[in-house]
């Protein structure tokens, strides 16, 4: 039984791109990889490598630098090491068919006392980050089954405004964005699209129509 055989058992090698299921070391030992994935939901893929493979975990709402915010994460098969350079698309049809965009990579440091193996049996992986967009402190930690939570802990790299996913939303190796990955591989753009930040303030210019100002006025002469 090896670590990859869900990997394996859940994908057709002829048909995505993806890369096969091999164990290995990346030249660091201690990579780490964020995918933003437009497959039937939008989520964050966040995967850490440990012991030849990608311990993984899929991320709805994506990190928050926030230290008040808890991001659920679910524990999903590990993934080879050569993943973390995937960026491209799915097809339509295969599991986790959609667009896969780089969103962080780097290294990470295990803080102790534990080591990343016992520290994955406790449920309680504390981490530094050192990535493009993700940096310091982290906790990942258990609450039941597949399930843990990512928080960012209280450093310099915390931020309770700056909303990372959001301001931050390019592929760190290209700088498309999903909709760019897509138009350029043969995917669904559209469907990528749906999955790229949409502006964050309303249009500027609409702050009162004039039939609203009207309505105002008339209705503040009518008072009796
Ligand atoms: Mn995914």
């Given at each position: ?6 990997y ?15 164990s ?14 437009r ?5 964050y ?130 700088g498309r ?9 043969g ?31 008339s ?6």
């Open positions: 039984m090896s670590p990859l055989d869900e394996k058992k859940k994908r057709r090698f002829g048909s995505t791109p993806e890369p096969p299921p091999e290995k070391r990346s030249g660091s030992g201690c990579s780490f990889v964020v995918q933003k994935h497959a039937s939901h939008l989520h893929d966040f995967r850490m490598e440990h012991d030849g493979v990608l311990k993984s975990w899929a991320i709805p709402k994506g990190p928050s630098l926030d230290p008040a915010v808890k991001r659920l994460a679910m524990a999903v098969e590990d993934h080879p090491v050569d993943y973390s350079s995937f960026e491209g698309i799915i097809p339509e049809g295969e599991y986790g068919g959609g667009t896969v965009m780089v969103w962080d990579r780097g290294t990470y440091a295990v803080e102790g006392p534990d080591d990343v193996a016992t520290a994955l049996d406790k449920g309680d992986l504390k981490f530094t980050l050192h990535g493009t967009k993700l940096k310091g402190s982290w906790v990942l930690v258990r609450t039941r089954n597949r399930q843990w939570l990512l928080i960012k802990h209280r450093d310099r790299y915390a931020s309770s405004n700056d909303d990372i996913t959001a301001t931050a939303p390019t592929s760190v190796i290209t964005k999903l909709a760019d990955i897509a138009a350029d591989e995917g669904d753009v559209e469907k990528a699209a749906s999955g790229d930040q949409p502006p964050p303030a309303p249009p500027p210019g609409k702050r009162s129509a004039p039939s609203a100002t009207r309505a105002a006025r209705s503040r002469t009518k008072k009796p």
